[in-house]
């Protein structure tokens, strides 16, 4: 409780400081000020957006409980399904940006990571440190992975801070010597697949694509997994959801009734569908991505970042 009420104070006498007002008016209040357009799409669209695309709609389906009764896909819905995950481009070149910069940037992002500077966090309004990491610490530690490349794709390089469990993403803004953290994720194995491209895999074998704007916002999603249930694995693959939801064009006939759409929502107010495919159509499905993930786990070595 103590530790709670503490953050608010922080927040609240950050909003009145002179400091974070400049940030907001100065250091990049485009960045700053973002915004997630899932946000502005209702759950009453979406509802209607499901309704009018899928017969079997639900909010909250029980894992893996509720998928022992689901269908397999249909051949048509699975040809569609490999299609789909055909055009989705999972690998994303690692843009290097402007060479010329990196010596600037890199003498910059060390100083953050000695905890000599502070960053600022646009989603809590503050600055603050990298807790949890000093400079000893991710020099010993082998889980600790440190990239710097072009991630916005702005002609200038960002810092990625990567383990087990946290990834980050920081922008240096040179015009007022100010760090942001552009990007962030807990939890799960993280993967870049390049600029602009993130997956991570949860606990619960679940896997997670995400194609992100200049501004660090999702403009593309798509997920898969398999879970256990009764002694065998159900596969199950989704189809990409957009800035304004499922494409109506990736939607064949069957795939309304194939299609288990899923309404409960995340903090991006994005819903999904899944399709219940066999172990052998799981795999075809996703070999573009595995392809991708191979590629790039190969081309991020050349970005490590070495403090």
Same mark, same amino acid.
């Given at each position: 409780?103590?530790?709670? %009420? &503490?953050?608010?104070?922080?927040?609240?006498?950050?909003?009145?400081?002179?400091?974070?007002?400049?940030? $907001?008016?100065? %250091?990049?209040?485009?960045?700053?000020?973002?915004?997630?357009?899932?946000?502005?799409?209702?759950?009453?669209?979406?509802?209607?957006?499901?309704?009018?695309?899928?017969?079997?709609?639900?909010?909250?389906?029980?894992?893996?409980?509720?998928?022992?009764?689901? #269908?397999?896909?249909?051949?048509?819905?699975?040809?569609?399904? &490999?299609?789909?995950? $055909?055009?989705?481009?999972? +690998?994303?070149? =690692?843009?290097?940006?402007?060479?010329?910069?990196?010596? @600037?940037?890199?003498?910059?992002?060390?100083?953050?990571?000695?905890?000599? !500077?502070?960053?600022?966090?646009?989603?809590?309004? !503050?600055?603050? $440190?990298? +807790?949890?990491?000093?400079?000893?610490?991710?020099?010993? *530690?082998?889980?600790? #992975?440190?990239?710097?490349?072009?991630?916005?794709? *702005?002609?200038?390089?960002?810092?990625?801070?990567?383990? @087990?469990? $946290?990834?980050?993403?920081?922008?240096?803004?040179? *015009?007022?010597?100010?760090?942001?953290?552009?990007?962030?994720?807990?939890?799960?194995?993280?993967?870049?697949?390049?600029?602009?491209?993130?997956?991570? =895999?949860?606990?619960?074998?679940? !896997?997670? =694509?995400?194609?992100? *704007?200049?501004?660090?916002?999702?403009?593309?999603?798509?997920?898969?997994?398999?879970?256990?249930?009764?002694?065998? #694995?159900?596969?199950?693959?989704?189809?990409?959801?957009?800035?304004?939801?499922?494409?109506?064009?990736?939607?064949?006939?069957?795939? #309304?009734?194939?299609?288990?759409?899923?309404?409960?929502?995340?903090?991006?107010?994005?819903?999904?569908?899944?399709?219940? @495919?066999?172990?052998?159509?799981?795999?075809?499905?996703?070999?573009?991505?595995?392809?991708? %993930?191979?590629?790039?786990?190969?081309? &991020?070595?050349?970005?490590?970042?070495?403090?």
């Amino acid at each position: 409780m103590f530790k709670m %009420l &503490k953050r608010m104070l922080i927040i609240a006498l950050c909003s009145l400081c002179i400091r974070c007002n400049y940030v $907001n008016k100065q %250091l990049d209040s485009e960045i700053v000020c973002r915004k997630n357009d899932f946000q502005y799409i209702t759950q009453k669209e979406k509802g209607e957006i499901s309704n009018s695309l899928f017969e079997n709609v639900y909010k909250g389906l029980e894992y893996p409980k509720s998928m022992q009764n689901m #269908k397999f896909s249909s051949k048509n819905t699975v040809k569609k399904l &490999k299609e789909i995950y $055909n055009e989705i481009e999972f +690998y994303g070149e =690692f843009e290097e940006g402007d060479l010329s910069l990196y010596d @600037v940037y890199a003498k910059q992002y060390l100083r953050l990571l000695k905890g000599e !500077v502070k960053y600022y966090d646009p989603e809590y309004k !503050v600055y603050t $440190n990298i +807790y949890g990491y000093d400079l000893e610490l991710i020099q010993q *530690d082998k889980n600790i #992975k440190i990239y710097m490349f072009d991630m916005d794709i *702005d002609g200038k390089p960002e810092l990625c801070l990567s383990d @087990v469990q $946290n990834t980050y993403f920081f922008k240096y803004i040179p *015009d007022s010597g100010q760090h942001l953290l552009w990007w962030r994720t807990s939890g799960g194995s993280f993967r870049i697949m390049g600029s602009r491209k993130v997956s991570q =895999f949860s606990s619960k074998g679940k !896997v997670y =694509f995400t194609q992100l *704007d200049k501004l660090g916002d999702e403009i593309c999603f798509v997920s898969w997994a398999y879970y256990l249930s009764g002694g065998s #694995k159900i596969y199950l693959v989704s189809v990409p959801v957009y800035t304004n939801g499922i494409r109506e064009e990736d939607i064949i006939e069957e795939m #309304k009734s194939d299609g288990y759409y899923d309404l409960r929502q995340n903090n991006e107010g994005r819903g999904e569908c899944f399709f219940r @495919v066999t172990e052998s159509e799981y795999y075809e499905i996703l070999e573009p991505y595995e392809k991708a %993930l191979d590629q790039a786990q190969k081309e &991020k070595e050349n970005f490590i970042f070495e403090p």
